[in-house]
């Protein structure tokens, strides 16, 4: 009874580099949130979306940064061109349909560094 | 506009000591969800419990137990007789829909070190 995966959970880039972090949400769950965690600070929310849909964004910075969660496969959140600042670890979450309990179980995060 | 806020940064005890974390939030919904996620040093975030709006009724889960005050807008943790292995940060959150589908706010985390 797998919980979330992620992975990598360690990615080290180069400023300029793409970083494609990859989270697997659990078992029955079709809903995928993306949080970020500066050092030292709380989880800020990024992005949630449903199979093939992007439902609200409002959190991803306007440039360079892109997710998606295909029919098949993998939630992907891409950061092209990455700078120091996007340094942080990147956690995914799911939870089940709508309807049911909205408590997001989280996976254990990629930590991006960028040199 | 939803917001958390955990006052305590830092917190350091001494095992066997009770613990108390606060958390304090802001919402304008009559319909929310409050949780709390602990950090240990590894990383991961463990769900700890989900509380919704409608049910002020305290709860205990050995040595947690928690304390839903609507009144002051207040969702606390308590620690019975600390140990080692609940140094960790452990996180609020809050999130305004009954079903999947809304971001969880989090409050920036209280480092809680218990000391042997």
């Known amino acids: 009874n797998a919980g979330v995966m992620q992975n990598p959970r360690h990615l080290v880039r180069r400023r300029g580099q793409e970083a494609r972090l990859r989270c697997s949400p659990m078992k029955g769950h079709s809903h995928v949130y993306w949080y970020r965690q500066l050092p030292e600070e709380g989880l800020k929310f990024m992005v949630y979306l449903q199979k093939e849909n992007i439902i609200d964004e409002s959190g991803m910075p306007k440039e360079r940064f892109s997710a998606e969660f295909p029919k098949e496969g993998p939630s992907i959140l891409r950061i092209q061109q990455v700078v120091r600042g996007d340094s942080a670890a990147y956690f995914c979450?799911?939870?089940?349909?709508?309807?049911?309990?909205?408590?997001?179980?989280f996976g254990p995060g990629t930590r991006l560094t960028v040199l | 506009a939803q917001k958390v806020t955990q006052a305590q940064t830092e917190i350091s005890v001494v095992e066997k000591e009770d613990v108390t974390l606060d958390c304090v939030y802001e919402t304008r919904d009559t319909t929310y969800y409050l949780f709390w996620y602990k950090q240990p040093p590894s990383g991961e975030l463990v769900f700890l419990i989900r509380r919704n709006s409608f049910d002020e009724q305290n709860e205990i889960s050995g040595r947690y137990s928690w304390n839903f005050q609507k009144s002051t807008s207040s969702f606390n943790f308590t620690i019975t007789a600390s140990q080692v292995v609940d140094s960790a940060v452990y996180f609020c959150a809050l999130s305004e829909e009954e079903t999947s589908g809304s971001r969880l706010t989090f409050g920036e985390g209280t480092q809680l070190t218990v000391n042997p």
């Open positions: 979450a799911s939870s089940p349909l709508r309807g049911q309990s909205n408590t997001q179980y």
